[in-house]
């Protein structure tokens, strides 16, 4: 069986092309072989070894490659070069999906069902992304007009769930996701959906065997072994903790929670370390470490930085005007795009050259320049945080992005069982907003 599925791996990794339908049999044969994973990277390395800037047909089997690999970003890169396809734009809008660019997932699909996809991928695709977007009686009103034998299917009794819980029905989610499963066991976002939801009402052990089922085949769903990995730490599980996450970083070694985590389950494996030191430390990487892909930049700035083998922030403060200026194809323009998004950012370029390694004086986003109140009243439930963060913000009662802010570091590493990781996480997921906690004075 596992060789078998191993020749399928390597006939469809021979395609010049791919399409939904390879995509779905690919992950088939992947479940079939053990270190999935391994061999996939493998597979997908040397796929971008032969193609180093994919055009046409192959940018689009890249692309789709990388979305398997949960390389989000890096699958838009090449799915942009690609044929322009009902593939291509299905796999742009996932892509856009999971990086919680729901508005611009949605036109993705609605594009995908232009360009000829007539299975309704499309149509389920965006009412989760309505869903997730907040738009709950859009989402539930286009879940509606499906087809009834469609509904009453797997993918339709989960996104009924989906709305449900958002909408804050637990009970009646749990009942969806439940059927969901009933009608296909290996539904892994069905799967996910209730683990998360007895991970977060304290049904730890329930919640770790329906992770342990989400992450059993590939896509491999990163927010799974996070949550497993923060379940390992509370238990004391260290070494446990540390393989979940890198497990993510062998195919994504640029996710950023999965190495401010692996920085923190790692110190915790050491009784005695500076705890003043690691506070200082993963204040300064969790601006450091954000990848240059995640900023929306022109592609000719894109391209410089990427053969400049420029991947982060960090990377940036330790490069000069003149040195951008003097590479081939480097201009005004784009230099001015990457002074613009340091600045976002409270960085500068050579900055990290003027004030040493450390950066002692790293700047966050200025309360001050928050200005955007539809942002400040946006719910909490609504922001993807780990259970740990989830379960100690509810006990501060704290509802919306503005209450967050009000807060400061010392309030929350008050709070019980809210530690360093919590704090590292609460802070990215507000810069991904523009805002930071509040200063102590």
């Known amino acids: ?55 046409g047909s192959v940018a689009v089997k890249i692309g789709i490659a990388r979305y398997t690999a949960c390389r989000f970003a890096d699958a838009l890169e090449a799915l942009g070069q690609g044929t322009d396809n009902k593939d291509r734009r299905y796999f742009q809008g996932m892509a856009q999906l999971q990086l919680r660019r729901y508005d611009k997932a949605i036109a993705e699909f609605e594009r995908a069902r232009e360009r000829g996809m007539e299975s309704p991928e499309p149509d389920f695709r965006i009412i989760e992304a309505l869903a997730l977007g907040g738009k709950f009686d859009e989402a539930a009103k286009a879940l509606g007009k499906i087809k009834s034998s469609a509904a009453d299917g797997a993918e339709g009794l989960y996104l009924a769930g989906l709305i449900a819980e958002l909408r804050g029905f637990g009970e009646q989610a749990v009942e969806s996701y439940i059927k969901a499963r009933e009608k ?20 730890e052990e329930e919640a770790m065997d329906l992770y342990h089922e989400c992450v059993a085949h590939p896509p491999v769903h990163a927010n799974a072994l996070l949550n497993m990995a923060v379940l390992h730490e509370d238990a004391g599980e ?8 890198r497990r993510i970083l062998s195919t994504n070694p640029s996710h950023p929670r999965a190495r401010l985590f692996l920085q923190d389950a ?44 420029i991947r982060t922030l960090g990377d940036l403060v330790k490069t000069t005007e003149t040195e951008l200026l003097a590479y081939k ?41 928050v200005s955007n109140d539809g942002v400040l009243a946006t719910l ?12 100690a913000l509810e006990g501060l009662k704290m509802t919306t992005l503005g209450e967050l802010i009000s807060k400061t570091d010392a309030e929350l590493l008050a709070c019980k069982n809210f530690g360093q990781t919590s704090l590292n996480e609460v802070r990215q997921r507000l810069a991904e907003y523009g805002l930071s906690l509040r200063e102590a004075n």
């Open 380 to 391: 909490l439930e609504h922001i993807e945080f780990s259970i740990r963060a989830r379960r």
């Open 1 to 55: 069986m596992e060789q078998s599925s191993l020749d399928g791996v390597k006939a469809i990794c021979a395609k010049e092309t791919w399409t939904l339908e390879d995509y779905n049999r690919l992950v088939t044969e992947l479940c079939g072989t053990s270190d999935a994973a391994g061999k996939f990277k493998a597979a997908l390395a040397e796929m971008e070894g032969q193609n180093p800037e994919p055009k």
């Open 266 to 309: 790692e110190a915790s494996k050491s009784m005695f370390y500076d705890e003043d030191q690691a506070r200082r430390l993963a204040k300064r990487n969790a601006v450091l470490d954000i990848p240059v892909t995640d900023f929306e930049l022109s592609v000719r700035a894109r391209n410089c930085l990427k053969k400049m083998n």
């Open 238 to 245: 260290y070494d446990k903790a540390c393989q979940c996450l």
């Open 184 to 203: 296909d066991s290996a539904h892994a976002a069905a799967t996910f959906r209730l683990a998360y939801h007895y991970d977060l009402h304290g049904s």
């Open 329 to 369: 194809n480097f201009g005004e323009t784009s230099l001015k795009e990457i002074k613009d998004m340091l600045t976002a950012k409270g960085l500068r370029l050579g900055q990290a050259l003027e004030e040493g390694s450390e950066l002692a004086d790293l700047s966050e986003p200025s309360q001050a320049t």
